[in-house]
């Protein structure tokens, strides 16, 4: 019971500032190595829960991006390539999930219990012969929260023009009814109907989603500037759950990194 009270702090406590880093991924899409490059970015969720407090919606968070000999670490997922070259990339992965709530983030949600964000274990496989390319990748929560599976399957183009990095990308996600159910599902001691917060199961369903990154860095610079958006449009099962009031989600990001070379 303590070693799982220790983990769960740990994991909600690093979840706080590693998981929402979401697109953090996204950012890296060079071959080869990159020294560590640190710093920080705004960041806006607008969730799709009902009556979300405006003031959960933004939030500071770090960019952490590293590429080694076998080792990676990009945003919310770090690594181990065990299958690298210019064309392709197989590796396993960790990665922090940050779905969840507070029950205190919104006055609808109040009373409920919290959804915690989560870490991961899986693997991804990238295929990147030229600048377009297509990513599948699997996860299972690993931390006791949801215990639910996510596989996502994306397409993405890298265009690179002088200092400028663009990626567009369009991709699809699977959650299984455990991931959906505990993210938005409502239990039957969390009811109060005179709200309308009613019972809710959510079986597994297929989210859709596009984006886009760019990023600015000098040749001779350390610093690097990024900025990236993406939308989210939500599966019915969670659009169906009463405390949902939204089929989409909206993820924007601002940041500065410095990138320590030798």
């Not at 303590?2 to 890296?28: C, D, H, P, W, Y």
């Not at 377009?132 to 023009?161: C, I, M, P, W």
């Amino acid at each position: 019971m303590k070693n799982r009270l220790i983990s769960s702090l740990f994991i909600s406590t690093a979840a706080i500032f590693l998981s929402q880093s979401v697109m953090g991924g996204e950012f890296s899409v060079d071959t080869g190595k990159r020294p560590i490059t640190i710093g920080i970015g705004a960041l806006h969720k607008d969730k799709p829960y009902e009556d979300y407090d405006n003031s959960e919606k933004t939030s500071a968070v770090p960019v952490v991006l590293y590429e080694g000999e076998h080792f990676f670490a990009r945003g919310s997922t770090i690594g181990w390539d065990f299958m690298d070259s210019d064309a392709m990339e197989l590796a396993v992965i960790g990665e922090f999930l940050g779905d969840g709530y507070d029950s205190g983030d919104s006055d609808f949600l109040n009373g409920m219990s919290d959804r915690d964000p989560s870490f991961g274990l899986g693997g991804h496989f990238v295929w990147k012969p030229e600048n377009l390319g297509f990513k599948l990748a699997a996860v299972t929560d690993v931390a006791d929260n949801s215990d639910g599976t996510q596989v996502r399957g994306e397409v993405f183009y890298a265009h690179r023009t002088g200092d400028w990095m663009f990626k567009p990308y369009a991709g699809i996600i699977w959650q299984d009814d455990d991931y959906n159910d505990y993210y938005y599902g409502v239990r039957p001691s969390e009811t109060i109907p005179a709200i309308g917060r009613t019972a809710y199961s959510a079986d597994s369903d297929i989210n859709y989603r596009f984006g886009a990154v760019a990023v600015y860095q000098k040749k001779t610079s350390p610093w690097m500037y990024i900025g990236g958006l993406r939308y989210d449009l939500l599966g019915d099962e969670i659009d169906d759950s009463p405390i949902v009031d939204d089929d989409s989600e909206l993820t924007a990001i601002l940041g500065v990194a410095y990138t320590f070379r030798k």
